[in-house]
């Protein structure tokens, strides 16, 4: 384990933001105590932004997979169209070279289509997955279905742009998966975190952990389960304090 700070984060370009700095050393930590030892995954790296820090929690015996094109030819003409608009410029060294500035060593990288990744992984082994490659649907779908086959019981899944106007199909697929078993447990304004497991121990752990964790925080209820929304807006905390202590109280 390395302790990644916030500016060797802020160095690498990309699309990664503080609210979910926070929420990933969260559910990092917490992947490990309900999972124990476990795999981790990410699907979509771009330049390394958010695969530093995901690399600084890989434990003794634990394989932390990237997968991403890296500018190799998509499965569909549409995902071609995407990355080539998206990210021209991408290579393979250029994220190697970004994760070498953080890490002694790369993680396991996996160029290919994320639709191959469930060929390159172990099943049912993963305490963590990122879920932020193709934005299409079609894609989208088949990556929330790999990361319910990678997911150990009790595993999360942080999916990106999970209600962002530009990518309607990542909203699609992912709450048409909630009618699947997928039970999100918070959410911020870029991703939503989510397990296959039970949600309730998640829950419990964001309660404990969001009055300390210096962001804003509400509980929202989907159908009966509670999802926590969070986002950061420095004076707001108190009112996620008054909100456990509703819940504390009810
Ligand atoms: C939004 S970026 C990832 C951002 C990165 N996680 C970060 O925090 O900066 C999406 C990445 O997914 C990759 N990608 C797009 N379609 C893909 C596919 N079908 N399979 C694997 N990777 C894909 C792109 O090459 C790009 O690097």
Do not use: C
């Not at 802020?10 to 933001?17: C, D, N, S, T, V």
């Not at 998206?86 to 290919?112: C, G, M, W």
């Not at 932020?132 to 990678?150: F, I, K, N, P, T």
């Not at 909630?178 to 304004?189: F, I, Q, S, Y």
């Amino acid at each position: 384990m390395a302790v990644v700070t916030d500016s060797q984060i802020k160095a690498i370009p990309g699309w990664f933001f503080r609210s979910d700095w926070s929420i990933f050393r969260f559910a990092l930590e917490e992947s490990s105590r309900q999972v124990g030892k476990g795999d981790l995954l990410e699907l979509g790296a771009y330049l390394g932004k958010s695969a530093v820090l995901i690399g600084g929690d890989v434990g003794q015996g634990e394989t932390f997979t990237v997968l991403d094109l890296f500018g190799a030819q998509a499965d569909t003409p549409a995902n071609a169209a995407e990355n080539e608009d998206q990210y021209p410029s991408l290579t393979r060294s250029r994220f190697e070279e970004n994760y070498l500035k953080v890490h002694d060593a790369l993680p396991s990288v996996i160029q290919a289509p994320s639709s191959q990744v469930l060929d390159h992984v172990s099943s049912g082994s993963h305490r963590f997955v990122h879920v932020d490659a193709s934005h299409l649907y079609e894609h989208v779908v088949g990556d929330v279905r790999a990361s319910r086959e990678l997911s150990a019981p009790q595993g999360i899944v942080a999916f990106d742009d999970y209600r962002t106007f530009h990518a309607v199909g990542v909203s699609a697929a992912v709450w048409e998966a909630t009618r699947d078993g997928l039970n999100p447990v918070a959410v911020t304004e870029m991703k939503m975190y989510a397990t296959w497991g039970d949600p309730d121990p998640w829950v419990d752990a964001l309660a404990r952990w969001l009055p300390w964790s210096g962001l804003a925080f509400e509980e929202e209820r989907i159908a009966e389960n509670a999802v926590f929304r969070v986002w950061r807006k420095p004076g707001a905390v108190i009112r996620g304090l008054m909100e456990l202590q509703k819940r504390r109280m009810s």
